[in-house]
């Protein structure tokens, strides 16, 4: 067949566009186009660890998220943490009273009925029992009140009129031979629970 320059025209250009397009397939053949690898984030994780890899923004797979710790949860995702134990709050011991911790009691039953008793002795003594112009002291200061006196002594006072020696008392010391022995005990209860006074009385009992 005799090669024309109109064949020339028409059969070179094609071959040319054949050709490329050859050459095209042969590059995409030996050169695979790029893959996303498969995200990790899709994979159980177990409590305590990290929540899996995460994959970059735009990447196919989960979308980018911290991993959690503690509790078991699916990877990519933060998982609840341990509440661990011991999380409710334990009353506080108030413990026991140390010594002198007690509360005072307050006085007692006898100690306030002594009180009335003494009523009509204040009116020589004082309420504070340190005495006043002749009237002795009786409170239980052990120098210049009847603090070293026993009960024994105190209750023959009150009964006899009579001092720890046995001498007579002044005759303004009126004996109550008649009380009983609980109102004597009661009386001498208050005696003793009251506070000591140190006043010293020194004038002498009038004749």
Not at 132 to 139: D, K, T
Not at 174 to 194: F, T
């Amino acid at each position: 067949m005799a090669i024309t320059p109109r064949f020339l025209r028409f059969v070179v250009p094609a071959l040319f566009s054949a050709g490329l397009a050859l050459a095209a397939c042969s590059s995409d053949s030996d050169n695979p186009p790029d893959t996303d690898p498969p995200s990790e984030g899709g994979s159980e994780s177990t409590g305590g660890g990290t929540g899996g890899t995460t994959s970059a923004a735009g990447e196919a797979g989960t979308p980018p998220v911290s991993g959690g710790t503690g509790g078991t949860g699916p990877s990519g995702s933060a998982g609840e943490p341990d509440p661990g134990t011991g999380g409710v709050p334990t009353e506080p011991n108030p413990g026991t009273a140390g010594a002198g911790g007690t509360e005072d009691p307050g006085p007692t039953a006898g100690f306030l009925h002594g009180e009335e008793l003494y009523e009509p002795c204040a009116v020589c003594h004082q309420k504070d029992l340190g005495g006043s112009g002749f009237y002795p002291n009786i409170s239980m200061d052990t120098v210049n009140g009847i603090g070293s006196w026993t009960d024994a002594e105190i209750g023959k006072a009150i009964l006899e009129g009579v001092d720890k020696d046995g001498e007579d008392l002044c005759a303004f010391m009126i004996p109550q031979p008649d009380m009983s022995e609980g109102n004597l005990a009661d009386l001498i209860e208050y005696l003793r629970g009251m506070p000591a006074n140190d006043r010293k009385i020194t004038s002498a009992c009038p004749l």
